[in-house]
């Protein structure tokens, strides 16, 4: 039997919305004691829509895509920025990262068939899994996507004899596990020997699989791939890894006489999910990664290679907040206060997950103290159902509107139907409009698959 988690002691700590900066949305601002994002009142949203529901500032997640390609471009022209479709995933995204002049990452044939439906680049695609299905790799290679990231032998014998059977070559990318142990939860680490992602280099069969894509007919070999985590707040992590791979690639040109022509160093970069958090800059991302990349390759002297990222968390989670309505209020003596609201785990599993710390404040109070301390619970029948254990919030009455930042990212793709729940929708604000990008589902898309005798 597991014991309850000891917590500290949290106090209110009497911020209004605008002082909680740091997780707060580009366009967040307070009018008349409500909370507005992209000028839409947010109040007014959820009471026209319903809660819970997903909103995310479209203006914010534009500036996050073009301060990557800003920062990193600055110091390397060679540079392109792939979002991780993983994090939010829908049609109107894939067209934002499109319109943004962006790559995107994709991780199951489901996201594929995402980008094919919203008309994205195929060549400005990269695949990735580490279990992708023989169906998967033929519809990426029958959609002639730009970039497969190849994670295992098994995985470049097949890309190589679907490739022979198109009479085509598929590029790849090689995945390496640098050996980095990333400072992150210990879910979110990838890039450490015992994973099971990618190629591991102390054993010698990174050297083995880029040998392979050398030597195989249906593959064109074109670089390497590593990612060492997400939601990493140390940028020494990064240099670490960026050290190692470089060598690496030096090693590929002595012992092949082939020049690593890209290297994608993936994602991870930490965002703000707390108010007291102070991640890097995308700016200061930029220069570490692109600037070390150079020095070691100057060091080694090999060619640059062209360089891509992948960001996805620090692209889109704090353009995304969850609008709940407060069902009831319910105060244990000398224990806490629960405030229930009508989402929780199916909408954001997080906080169950690796116990996430979130922000909150009630939308139609926001310009009020949140002078109260409670635990905002969901509505579906587990105990570990919390949105935010011992949360800070306004005074919250029936009927309030809880406004929960920084769920942009791993909400909406995490979601699930638990307890026959139907999954919120999604809304895009912008200059005062709310559009519908992904609408609330329904009891009869619930029943879309069942099948009646």
């Known amino acids: 039997m597991s014991l309850p988690v000891e917590r500290p002691h949290v106090d209110p700590d009497n911020k209004t919305t605008m002082e909680l900066q740091a997780v707060l949305p580009l366009t967040a601002k307070v009018e008349d004691g ?65 319109q943004e002049g962006c790559h995107l990452d994709v991780s199951s044939g489901g996201e594929l068939f995402f980008a094919q439906k919203a008309g994205f680049p195929m060549e400005r695609i990269i695949c990735h899994g580490n279990n992708k299905t023989p169906q998967e790799l033929q519809e990426a290679l ?57 190629f591991g280099m102390r054993d010698g069969l990174a050297m083995e699989a880029v040998k392979r894509a050398i030597a195989l007919p249906g593959i064109e070999f074109m670089g390497i791939h590593m990612h060492i985590g997400s939601q990493i707040f140390t940028l020494t992590s990064f240099a670490k890894a960026i050290e190692v791979i470089v060598h690496f690639m030096d090693e590929v040109y002595e012992e092949t006489g082939v020049f690593v022509q890209e290297l994608d160093t993936g994602g991870g970069l930490g965002i703000a999910y707390g108010a007291p958090d102070q991640p890097s800059s995308i700016k200061q991302y930029g220069k ?45 003596p000398n224990v806490r206060t629960y405030v229930a609201v009508d989402g929780g785990m199916t909408d954001n ?13 009630v939308a139609n109070k926001a310009d009020q103290p949140r002078s109260t301390v ?16 011992d949360a800070p919030l306004q005074p919250a009455e029936v009927g309030d509107i809880i406004c929960v930042f920084t769920t942009g990212a791993y909400c909406h793709s995490m979601s699930s139907n638990y307890n026959t729940q139907v999954r919120p929708g999604v809304y895009m604000v912008k200059d005062g409009q709310a559009r519908c990008v992904v609408r609330r589902e329904t009891y009869d898309d619930l029943l879309m698959c069942e099948i009646f005798d």
């Open 288 to 332: 570490v990664v692109v600037d070390d990349i150079k020095e070691h390759c100057l060091a080694h002297r090999i060619p640059v290679p062209r360089i891509l990222i992948e960001p996805g968390r620090s692209v889109v989670a704090n353009a995304g907040v969850t609008l709940y309505t407060v069902g009831t209020v319910k105060s244990i």
């Open 34 to 98: 409500h909370l507005f994002i992209g000028g839409v009142d947010m109040v007014e949203l959820a009471h026209q829509v319903g809660t819970a529901v997903y909103v995310m500032d479209e203006e914010h997640i534009r500036k996050q895509l073009r301060d990557y390609l800003e920062w990193t471009r600055f110091h390397w022209k060679n540079v392109d920025v792939a979002f991780a479709g993983k994090a939010f995933m829908s049609v109107a995204m894939c067209r934002i990262v499109e």
């Open 142 to 198: 029958d959609a002639r996507v730009g970039r497969i990231v190849v994670d295992s032998f098994e995985e470049l014998r097949r890309i190589n004899e679907y490739a022979i059977e198109r009479d085509m070559k598929q590029p790849v990318l090689i995945r390496v596990t640098p050996g980095i142990i990333a400072d992150t939860h210990v879910y979110i680490q990838t890039g450490a020997e015992d994973s099971k992602f990618g």
């Open 349 to 361: 599993i997080r906080t169950a997950l690796y116990d996430a710390k979130y922000e909150a404040v």
């Open 374 to 389: 409670v635990t905002i619970a969901g509505k579906h029948c587990e105990s570990g159902d919390i949105v935010i254990h």
